[in-house]
């Protein structure tokens, strides 16, 4: 079952514009939510995390959004440079056993120069 | 290094032949985790370990996987028989496993396998 969809495949922007992206999930008890990034031929490199008692995490250019009503979060990345390239993926779990951790199907940004 | 080893890094083999993957995961790290994800998809979670225990086994997709864990560090994977299905890149994580503790996983590179 998809606890937690991404259902955007793919996403282009140009550079120094503002890329969203967006995931969904459905299991209410999740409540520790983290972004992952992954280059080709590379293993995924967790990139930020949001708990839910927040509603959002800032590090440097990239800021994630929580909004547990909707069971939604995004991830911004803001200005987009042409390294932000990479296929993205949302993950959830419930933090008493953060060991059960699910994924998204992720999405693939392409930032143009 | 400090991160997550994966190998071999790639490896191809014919239809039915037996292929073992191994992950060596950070030190420390008692929790670790085998993930699968075919071309064009998502990371599909295959086995998860406490420890050298195996509580959640549910992902995998059928008798011919198996994996196993020593010494609360090396683990691996393996399968039998194996089928043109099952090419894919074969992804390792490992995580400090502390409960009530938010924690990331740290991912290997991955294994790609490709079957003929």
């Known amino acids: 079952d998809q606890q937690v969809k991404q259902n955007s495949p793919s996403l282009s922007v140009q550079e120094g514009r503002i890329s969203i992206l967006n995931c969904d999930y459905t299991?209410?008890?999740?409540?520790?939510f983290l972004w992952y990034k992954k280059y080709p031929a590379e293993g995924p490199t967790f990139l930020i995390s949001?708990?839910?008692?927040?509603d959002k995490n800032e590090d440097g250019r990239f800021t994630v959004f929580l909004n547990k009503s909707a069971k939604h979060l995004s991830l911004h990345i803001v200005p987009s440079q042409p390294g932000d390239s990479a296929v993205y993926f949302c993950?959830?779990?419930?933090?008493?056993?953060?060991?059960?951790?699910?994924f998204g199907a992720g999405t693939r940004l392409t930032v143009k120069p | 290094g400090a991160g997550v080893s994966q190998s071999p890094s790639n490896k191809v083999t014919e239809k039915g032949k037996d292929v073992e993957l191994r992950c060596d995961p950070i030190?420390?790290?008692?929790?670790l985790y085998w993930y699968r994800q075919r071309l064009g998809q998502g990371l599909e979670f295959l086995i998860y370990f406490q420890g050298n225990s195996a509580p959640d086994k549910s992902g995998l997709p059928s008798d011919r996987f198996s994996a196993e864990r020593t010494g609360e560090s090396v683990s691996t994977l393996t399968i039998q028989r194996t089928q043109q299905e099952d090419s894919a890149v074969y992804l390792c994580?490992?995580?400090?496993?502390?409960?009530?503790?938010?924690?990331?996983?740290?991912f290997g590179d991955g294994t790609r396998l490709s079957i003929l």
């Open positions: 993950a959830a779990s419930a933090g008493y056993n953060n060991n059960d951790m699910r």
């Open positions: 299991n209410s008890m999740f409540d520790y």
């Open positions: 949001i708990s839910s008692i927040k």
């Open positions: 994580a490992s995580s400090s496993g502390a409960l009530y503790s938010n924690q990331p996983q740290h």
């Open positions: 030190s420390g790290h008692t929790a």
